[in-house]
Structures are given as structure tokens and as C-alpha cells.
């Protein structure tokens, strides 16, 4: 994704609407740390792909919600930097990853 036209302090904040289909998506799995993580590769209108991932209770949600092959409107998303050290392996070669998070509202666009 392209974050130049983006204040860099609001990347942070979990207020981006995203429109975008469920490519791949992972089992849950247990980071170093102990914590749930769901990871899915996602791909919007415009052939952008992203990686989100959800954590913990968030992981167990969108885990039973997201559908590989079907698009989404994903509101209040957030985006975090790649570069954190918290043990995962990115498939992606992106600065942000997509965070879904307990305020994040997903509508699928199956009748769209």
C-alpha cells in the first residue's frame, strides 16, 4: 500500500474503512508470547495486497467470520509497522500490516 498521501500520525488509528476480498487465510496459531494470531492476506479493488491480522479473542471472531473468496467491508481497521519484533513470520514484503482489532466491523458483500 502506498502510505505517502497519509499523515503518517494517523496511520495509527483505527478509524480506515477498507473494502477488500479474503485471499488466504491461516489457522489460528500461538506466537512466543502466548497470544492467538490470525493472519490473511487481503486484496482490495485495486489489486493492492495486505496482510491483517487479529489477535487473541479477535483471532477466534474473525476466524469463524472471514471466508476465503469473499469480499468485505472492513471498518475501523488500523495499521501497525511490520518491523516489531513479536515472532511472526510477514508473507508480505509491506512497512504496515492491517490490524483487526474489537472495534473493527466486518459486512460481507456476498449479495454484491
Known sequence: MNFHRVQMEHIYHNCWIIQARVMWKAHIKENG???LYLQCILLDRHGTKMEAIAYNSQA?????????GRT????RVGFNPTEMPDGHFWYLAMDFVT????TT????????
Open 99 to 102: 490490524t483487526l482489532s474489537s
Open 105 to 112: 466491523e466486518v459486512r460481507c458483500r456476498c449479495n454484491k
Open 60 to 68: 477466534i471472531r474473525f476466524n469463524s467470520v472471514l471466508e476465503t
Open 72 to 75: 468485505y467491508d472492513f471498518n
Open 33 to 35: 508470547m502466548g497470544n
